[in-house]
């Protein structure tokens, strides 16, 4: 009876010392950083994914991983458009945190007309800021019939080539530091319009662009999606992903490409096309679900320890 008792004793004494150890622990981790907090709640996911989502609520420019995603920094007086993406142009002027490239004809600008209820080169007007970025970049045919999508997608029977007039297409690139910021997945929004899509009467139709988003599918490979234009259900538009890195340790990089007015489908004469127009670009971390969760929880031990 008497070993009996000691031993219940000890049993007793180690379950309250790891209960006590277990709340340092929680109380530990509830402090942390919350970008430390969902590393470590977040075990690198073997599913990587790159999913065209609905667009609801905005996403958060406050936690935006994107540099200067609204083109407001660096941006030129209102009313003068600025070349961004063709250095044979007098006063080229790239957005600070993106990378361009463009061929010595390609006539993409950043800026803002100045014309009220548009933006830039005749699109919906802005919706953060004053300015945006028109791909300017003339004509181009492609070789295979695109079908647009109610989502926004244009796919092809099989891998497009596009034919630019101008040889190159007209690009836009950043690489995002999504590593930095770790969490199990990651929401990407975008907002577009097209050349003349807010002008009065004009009957463009709609566009195609391209998007290519790295570390997210094997291979890379471009995604295809509409551009508005004045033809379309709604002259802008805002397309929303969600994705998980293949390799959470690295970046990501975005990029937008367009190729032009497309004015020729599979060798024969289409429907003149718009051009894209670009604005408030976002990338969001979202944190594991538990870890609002555990924080809370450590909040709310930390209180009644110094009550």
């Known amino acids: ?30 402090f942390l950083p919350a970008a430390v907090c969902c590393a470590a709640l977040a075990a690198p996911s073997a599913h990587a994914a790159l999913n065209l989502i609905p667009s ?48 010595t004809s390609t006539y993409a600008t950043w800026g803002n007309t100045g014309v009220a209820g548009q933006g830039i080169r005749g699109s919906a007007a802005f919706p953060d800021g004053s300015n945006g970025l028109y791909f300017g970049n003339l004509f181009t045919g492609v070789n295979l019939t695109p079908t647009f999508q109610p989502s926004g997608r244009v796919t092809f029977p099989g891998t497009p080539v596009f034919t630019p007039t101008f040889g190159g297409s007209c690009t836009l690139t950043q690489v995002v530091n999504t590593h930095l910021s770790p969490a199990p997945s990651y929401l990407f929004s975008f907002w577009t319009s097209g050349e003349d899509a807010a002008v009065p009467g004009n009957a463009y139709a709609p566009g195609i662009m391209g998007l290519q988003v790295t570390n997210v599918l094997p291979g890379d490979p471009i995604q295809y999606l509409s551009i508005p234009s004045g033809a379309s259900a709604s002259n802008a538009r805002v397309y929303t992903f969600s994705f998980v890195p293949l390799n959470p340790s690295l970046p990501v990089a975005i990029k937008f490409i367009n190729w032009g007015h497309v004015n020729s489908i599979a060798g024969a004469p289409a429907p003149f096309s718009t051009e894209l127009v670009l604005d408030d670009v976002i990338i969001n971390a979202v944190p594991a679900p538990g870890a609002l969760g555990l924080m809370g929880a450590g909040l709310l031990m930390r209180r009644r320890r110094r009550a």
């Not at 008792?5 to 929680?26: K, Q, W």
């Not at 458009?81 to 044979?88: C, D, E, G, K, L």
């Open 1 to 30: 009876m008497i070993a009996e008792r000691r031993t219940e004793r000890r049993v007793s004494g180690l379950r309250s010392f790891c209960l006590r150890n277990s709340e340092r622990e929680i109380m530990h981790t509830s």
């Open 56 to 103: 609801t609520s905005p996403l958060s420019h406050a936690s935006n991983l994107v540099a200067n995603g609204s083109f407001e920094v660096g941006a030129p007086v209102m009313s003068a458009p600025v070349a961004w993406a063709n250095p044979s142009i007098a006063g080229n002027t790239v957005p600070p945190g993106w990378i361009a490239t463009g061929t």
